[in-house]
């Protein structure tokens, strides 16, 4: 009969549900928002094959690249994180925020590419396409 | 007194019928919900959502209905709410409210509209959700109705009368207790409650025969499903309340059980979990069977005696 205690228990104990402010505290291992760190990326673009839900796109240019995340596509699978050889992906721990216009939480980066394989002395050039973040 | 015109009409529409049922029934579903809620660990729908959802789905438009499956679709809600209505209009909550000799015998047949009712919509949506759940609900009420009918029948024939205010009046005997035992396992079935909810398997099949319903033909059968919670929560009340002469005191009894019964069914509902069909049929043919054979054999035994 301990489905009974449990359900006599949750009586007693009240609503577990969180309102609105409130976010649920995450376990260790939580896979959030993948945050990208240009300085990491080589351009290969593993992770675009590998994002089954199409939340990541990479553009290739003229000497850069354009990497862009859309956390409204994503499924927080963590197939990209796991397939980035040079570890410029990585998953926040906490839930993603609450946002109220469609693409709030996209992100864009334009990276120049590295020169290929001489000695890494020039540090890559890194800024953010215009409007990125919007 | 006997039940005439007049009398049968206010029956219908005021008490126990429309009037009071139609909220009486909003309410049942509500504390079915919020109990189940609160046994979750969960808030539960504010007060009136039963209600605001029944007014939500009014407003809503429905998909063009053609030909004669269309008009059916139309018509069966319609039918089972004024079925589960004329049930509970039936229900003797006043002491001396009147009544007729074999209206127990309407009243199981009215109860029983509702579900043939879900079986037709079911088949003439067309849909394979709701054929595979129209089916379900017809082995189901295969099942369940045996030990359902049973129970009932035994009932009446121990006291001699299928006249449901004579029945209210009688002292209760075991038997009449053991009998209102196996309609409590039956409601679940009836009522599409965990652990029987097989024909409105959400996870696996959407809402069954109601897949293809929305707006207010969906609304309708909100309605009747709420009523025959009155009906049914009311029957098992009629049977299992003492008989009282004072008119606020029987209703006020009656309100009470029916709540009763409610909320044992919606633990039930809360501590199990869906049974597979093969079992749930298997568990009323064997298990329930036994109340029953008890109940028509002591039945028959109570009837030699006097």
Redesign the interface.
Known sequence: MN??AM?WN??R?????MLFPERPKVTKGFRGLVRFDPALCTGCAICKMRCTARAIDFKSGKGTFTWSYDPGQCTFCGRCVDGCKSHALSQDAECPPVYVTIGALKTAYTVARKPAPKPASASPAVKPAPGGTA | MNLNLTTALARFLIFPGLLFAVPAAWFLLWVERKAVALMQGRIGPPFMQPFFDFVKLLGKDTPPRVGAAGMLMKLWPLIAVSAAAGAVGLLPVLPSSGGFEGDLILLLALLELPSMCIIAAGFSSRSIFGEIGSAREAVLSVAYNVVFLLAIVSIAASQHTFRLEALAQLPASPLRWLGVLAILVCLPAKLHLNPFSLPNAEQEIYSGPMTEYAGPELAMWELSHGLEWVAATGLVATLAAPHVGLVWLAVLLFLALSFAVVLLLSVVAAATARLAIDTTVRFYWQVTLIFAVLAVSSALFMRLLS
């Open positions: 489905i009974l359900l949750n009586l104990g009240g609503s577990r549900t």
